[in-house]
């Protein structure tokens, strides 16, 4: 079993989620809507928190916590604006960890009207955060 694999068996293990099964690709983007919405997000930002969780942990949990927000964006701006402020609050702690993640949303070679709705918000913390493009 791969580190990915291992985090994802043991984030789904210690808070109730769905595994998936031997199709299941992309588990963020495959896990049901009714672990991926407002009452979720909470539960997420604890426990990356975990001090027992480590990097592939952290990643996974950032990078679902970033999905759900960019869904909440979508369908409800004050939704997704709560939520970016759980989710900007632990990105200013483990910038280096997910640098690469906060590149990815911002989409710095996109136009907005080709990038995700949570862009504009990453590309603002960017800047406020002092990370080089």
């Not at 998936?20 to 407002?38: A, C, F, H, V």
């Amino acid at each position: 079993m791969d580190l990915e694999q291992s985090a994802i068996k043991r984030i789904c293990q210690d808070l109730g989620l769905p595994v998936g099964d031997s199709y299941t690709q992309d588990w963020i983007y495959e896990l049901p809507m009714k672990y991926r919405n407002t009452e979720s997000l909470p539960r997420y930002a604890s426990a990356y928190a975990n001090p027992e969780y480590g990097e592939n942990e952290k990643r996974l949990l950032m990078q679902l916590m970033l999905d759900i927000t960019n869904e909440l964006l979508e369908t409800d701006d004050v939704a997704g604006e709560r939520a970016w402020e759980t989710v900007a609050a632990l990105l200013r702690k483990d910038l280096k960890l997910h640098r690469d993640q906060i590149e990815y949303w911002a989409m710095p070679d996109k136009p907005l009207e080709e990038a995700f709705n949570l862009t504009p918000l990453v590309r603002r913390f960017r800047v406020s955060s002092s990370i080089p493009r």
